[in-house]
Every structure is written in C-alpha cells, then in structure tokens.
C-alpha cells in the first residue's frame, strides 16, 4: 500500500510564480481533501472533493487559489500568482467516504515563496 | 520539521510513564474524534478515534476518553516510549459538515 502520495516534497518558487501541488489518493477511497499547515495558523482544510466533485471550498484563502480533481486518482491545487505568505506545508488526505472515517494523510509539499 | 502554533502546549514525560493528552473540542454536535500524531516532517499519522455514543475506547497502549457534557476528550498514552515523540492533535467530525476541524495541537516530548 503505497498511502497518499504527494508531489513534489519541496518547492521553491519566486513571488509571482506559479506553483502546482498534486496528489494521488489511496486507490478506492472516494474523498479527498487538501490542507494547509503553518506556524500561526496550525492545520486548516482548504477543500474537500467527494467523488471528484468539490463540495466545500470555503477554506480556500482566495483567488489565487485553486484545486480540481479530473479523475479518482488525481488532484491538483494550485496558486496562481504565489506569494510569500502562502508558504506552509500542504497536505493531501483521503478516506473512504464523506465523513465519520478516518483520513489518511500524504508526507506533504513544503512549499517556500521568495 | 513541522510547522506548527507559536504557542503549542508542551507535555514533557519521562520513558515508561503514562502521559495524557487533552483537548477541549468546540461543538457540541461533533459526532466522530480523532487523534493523530505528527512526527517531524511528516503528515499526520492516525491513532484513534470514537464515535460520540461510546465514552471510552482502548487501543494498543492508547486510549481515548470522550466526555461530552464538558466537551472534552483526552488521549492516555501507556509506557510511554522515545519513539511517542511528537505532535498530538484531536480533530472533530461536526454532524452533517462532512469534515474534520483539527486542534491547535500539543507537542510530547519523552525524556530519557
């Protein structure tokens, strides 16, 4: 079982860039979410899809931000233009279904905006 | 390592003690709890959970105790071992948002 895989581990970008996280969820679970961790915020969730469908993306900080997932074994958030502020480390998590299960966290994207 | 609170809490105990982690959850129509451990540079890693009908659940050295009138859960570890180590946070399920709100965290720290 290789558990949720993100790419990549480490990105550098300069302010004005585009940044594209991705994620592979474990195969047959059915719902995916993406999460910000930082020093002042701690773990926020930005989105969650059900079944490749976005469902609540109320924690997404704003435009610049934006996730899809085209099929049930890719998802993709990206930040378009990034800035220093958006540095953190992103999560990718799934689970089984909607709710009431546990999620399985992938290792995270350490992303840092210069 | 991590990133995580300026101010997380900090539980410092010696190998071979019990330790016991708490949380202080927010909404009394949260239905499912969850712990979960975070080591440095990792994503966080499940431990347990409990549904809201069951006040207590054991796992392997872990248990997990809901107490809903006062809204607080906690997580005993046994025999702590160096490798307990890391960031411990709770997360609740609220009914009906179909989502988990994760903790602030407290950061365990086992001395030799």
């Given at each position: 079982?290789?558990?949720?895989?993100?790419?990549?581990?480490?990105?550098?970008?300069?302010?004005?860039?585009?940044?594209?996280?991705?994620?592979?969820?474990?195969?047959?679970h059915n719902s995916l979410f993406w999460y910000r961790q930082?020093?002042?915020?701690?773990?926020?969730?930005?989105?969650?899809?059900?079944?490749?469908?976005?469902?609540?993306?109320?924690?997404?900080?704003?435009?610049?931000?934006?996730?899809?997932?085209?099929?049930?074994?890719?998802?993709?958030?990206?930040?378009?233009?990034?800035?220093?502020?958006?540095?953190?480390?992103?999560?990718?998590?799934?689970?089984?279904?909607?709710?009431?299960?546990?999620?399985?966290?992938?290792?995270?994207?350490?992303?840092?905006?210069? | 390592?991590?990133?995580?609170?300026?101010?997380?809490?900090?539980?410092?105990?010696?190998?071979?003690?019990?330790?016991?982690?708490?949380?202080?959850?927010?909404?009394?129509?949260?239905?499912?709890?969850?712990?979960?451990?975070?080591?440095?540079?990792?994503?966080?890693?499940?431990?347990?959970d409990i549904r809201s009908n069951m006040d207590k659940r054991?796992?392997?050295?872990?248990?997990?105790?809901?107490?809903?009138?006062?809204?607080?859960?906690?997580?005993?570890?046994?025999?702590?071992?160096?490798?307990?180590?890391?960031?411990?946070?709770?997360?609740?399920?609220?009914?009906?948002?179909?989502?988990?709100?994760?903790?602030?965290?407290?950061?365990?720290?086992?001395?030799?």
């Amino acid at each position: 079982d290789a558990g949720v895989i993100q790419s990549p581990r480490h990105e550098v970008t300069e302010m004005g860039q585009e940044v594209t996280l991705r994620c592979k969820p474990i195969s047959g679970h059915n719902s995916l979410f993406w999460y910000r961790q930082t020093m002042m915020r701690g773990l926020e969730l930005l989105i969650y899809f059900n079944n490749n469908v976005p469902i609540d993306d109320s924690g997404m900080p704003e435009d610049r931000f934006s996730a899809k997932m085209p099929n049930a074994s890719f998802s993709t958030l990206k930040i378009q233009p990034s800035e220093p502020r958006d540095s953190a480390v992103y999560f990718c998590a799934s689970t089984r279904a909607g709710w009431g299960y546990e999620q399985y966290f992938g290792p995270g994207t350490r992303l840092t905006v210069t | 390592g991590e990133s995580v609170g300026l101010h997380l809490p900090t539980l410092s105990v010696q190998e071979g003690d019990n330790s016991i982690i708490n949380c202080a959850y927010s909404n009394s129509a949260s239905d499912y709890f969850i712990w979960y451990k975070q080591e440095s540079g990792k994503g966080p890693q499940f431990i347990i959970d409990i549904r809201s009908n069951m006040d207590k659940r054991q796992g392997q050295r872990v248990t997990v105790l809901l107490n809903k009138t006062v809204k607080h859960l906690s997580l005993q570890i046994a025999a702590t071992q160096p490798g307990d180590s890391a960031v411990y946070f709770c997360a609740e399920n609220i009914q009906g948002a179909q989502k988990l709100v994760f903790g602030q965290g407290t950061r365990l720290t086992i001395n030799p």
